[in-house]
């Protein structure tokens, strides 16, 4: 089991910008890491799916926030991040990150491995 722990969240005003972090307890080239994903869950609504990034590398968005939120890695650190911009309320939620050994990276259910979140709020 990987452990997985995101960091980074927090209040910002619309326009904003956050980014969060997610430390992996395993190498990114360890095979556990084969997919990595970001997820929200806004109150009362299901879990998401937003961005997973393959071991190769290889990103896809969710059309919710393409073009807005963009996915990358320290190597050297194991941590993904999650660069926020141009947030908007809609984009208020638990954000979570996740992990899988196998498959398609956009099977959101097939994540094993979660971290704890972090909250996110979006507010003037």
């Known amino acids: 089991q990987v452990h997985l722990a995101e960091s980074g969240g927090g209040s910002v005003q619309p326009g904003g910008s956050l980014r969060l972090s997610c430390a992996a307890s395993e190498s990114f080239s360890s095979t556990y890491l084969y997919c990595m994903g970001w997820f929200r869950q806004k109150h009362g609504k299901e879990r998401e799916g937003l961005a997973y990034?393959?071991?190769?590398?290889?990103?896809t968005y969710e059309d919710s926030v393409k073009g807005r939120f963009t996915v990358s890695r320290d190597l050297d650190k194991d941590i993904l991040y999650l660069q926020m911009d141009n947030l908007a309320p809609d984009d208020t939620a638990t954000y979570y990150c996740?992990?899988?050994?196998?498959?398609?990276?956009?099977?959101?259910?097939?994540?094993?491995?979660w971290g704890a979140g972090t909250q996110v709020t979006v507010s003037s």
């Open positions: 990034r393959d071991i190769t590398g290889y990103t």
């Open positions: 996740a992990a899988k050994s196998y498959g398609w990276c956009g099977n959101i259910h097939q994540y094993s491995d």
